[in-house]
């Protein structure tokens, strides 16, 4: 009777250890492991009939060849799990020193853009106050390009006087939109 206990608690743990492990998994795995784990129940629920027929030296080298394979299944699984998060990690680095070097660059090209504009509008008698350069980050993405979309520029003059002088900074504008290759219309100048 105490055989028939043992053989029943065996079972049950095993059956709770079973629930455990499928609830780790999902999708595909989960089917696999679901049969390698009823697999190896039936032959622990038919495991007394097995030894009364002298057939579980058979069947526990079956045994070791199904765990074998399903270890072996279940350390491919991990490699493949390590790999796809390595390159995750690897792509995440390079979006984030594409970004830092995008950054990088665009600091650079303000800074250029804003000393080369100043030195135009002090030529054409204006005082420079402050810019503010707005890139087109779209396209810097596709083609590493650095292109202005617009460009908004402060004077130290007043609005009076930047309306006395609308020639000039129109000739300005179009000046500074011909060496950023943008549309004049895109170059704010306000007093500051």
């Known amino acids: 009777m105490d055989t028939v206990y043992l053989w029943i608690r065996q079972i049950a743990v095993f059956t709770v250890i079973c629930f455990l492990v499928l609830y780790l998994f999902d999708g595909k795995n989960r089917k696999i492991i679901r049969f390698y ?15 009364a027929g002298s057939l579980d030296q058979m069947m526990n080298h079956r045994l070791s060849e199904i765990s074998e394979a399903f270890s072996s299944s279940i350390h491919q699984k991990e490699t493949e799990w390590v790999k796809e998060s390595t390159v995750r990690k690897n792509q995440e680095k390079i979006e984030e020193q594409v970004d830092q070097g995008q950054e ?89």
């Open 37 to 51: 784990l009823s697999v190896l129940l039936l032959v622990l629920i038919f495991r007394p009939v097995l030894k």
């Open 104 to 192: 990088a660059a665009e600091n650079y090209t303000r800074e250029q853009i804003l000393q080369y504009v100043k030195k135009q509008m002090e030529e054409a008698g204006f005082s420079f106050a402050d810019g503010k350069v707005i890139f087109d980050t779209e396209r810097f993405r596709d083609t590493a390009e650095i292109v202005v979309k617009k460009l908004h520029l402060s004077v130290k003059q007043g609005k009076e006087e930047l309306a006395a002088h609308q020639e000039e900074l129109a000739g300005l504008k179009n000046q500074i939109a011909s060496i950023l290759e943008i549309n004049p219309d895109d170059i704010e100048i306000e007093p500051d």
